[in-house]
């Protein structure tokens, strides 16, 4: 059975400081892993994705995740952190097969950075 | 372009009434899914489309949620006899489905955030 776990509920940052959001899995098989992120009143918005290739993966708004497999893990993470990523933060999996593909999400990481 | 679209945005129903959710993907995306998010959860897979083949409904709770989709365009999320436990934010997302393997992200509705009263 395929699984996410975001182990921090919530993250709190200081401006200007690096963040990082914890995500690992466990899959059979392959993993395709996502992070997407909710902004509040808004639905959930796309942010980065590792397929294949380079572990290390770059997103939108500086975001980037490094995939690894040893440790199951797709942290996310960003150099220096902005107020305006306030927001709650989900990691998602799928597994490389034919069929269904929809994603298992973790229980979300809201991430708070204080100015 | 526009992004996938639901409606309403918000309903309140009583206990025991049946509602009907739509959602209108992005042109030209193949597969459509549907999820709950409960408050303070995260999501919870409910059912996939994915063009003309038969839907994976593994995800739906009861027998009291079924889905349709027309073609692959609108889809609609019927929840009969609902329950107090039904309410949720019901999240509609699409994507591009290219080859055997499922490589493209999903793109998200705005939900309807369903209360049953």
């Known amino acids: 059975a395929q699984s996410v776990a975001q182990p921090e509920d919530q993250v709190n940052v200081a401006e200007g400081n690096p963040l990082t959001v914890k995500c690992t899995y466990s899959v059979s098989g392959n993993p395709y892993l996502f992070w997407y992120v909710q902004y509040p009143n808004r639905g959930l918005q796309f942010l980065l994705k590792y397929i294949t290739g380079d572990n290390l993966v770059k997103g939108s708004y500086g975001f980037e995740a490094e995939f690894n497999k040893s440790q199951t893990s797709f942290h996310l993470k960003k150099p220096s952190a902005l107020v305006s990523d306030s927001a709650l933060y989900f990691c998602a999996v799928t597994v490389r097969r034919t069929g269904a593909n929809n994603l298992f999400f973790g229980t979300g990481t809201r991430l708070t950075v204080i100015p | 372009g526009a992004g996938v679209s639901q409606s309403p945005s918000n309903k309140v129903t009583e206990k025991g009434k049946d509602v009907e959710l739509r959602c209108d993907p992005i042109?030209?995306?193949?597969?459509l899914y549907w999820y709950r998010q409960r408050l303070g959860q995260g999501l919870e897979f409910l059912i996939y489309f994915q063009g003309n083949s038969a839907p994976d409904k593994s995800g739906l709770p009861s027998d009291r949620f079924s889905a349709e989709r027309t073609g692959e365009s609108v889809s609609t999320l019927t929840i009969q006899r609902t329950q107090q436990e039904d309410s949720a934010v019901y999240l509609c997302a699409s994507s591009l489905v290219a080859g055997q393997f499922s490589r493209y992200e999903q793109y998200f509705g705005p939900g309807t955030r369903l209360t049953v009263t």
């Open positions: 042109s030209g995306h193949t597969a």
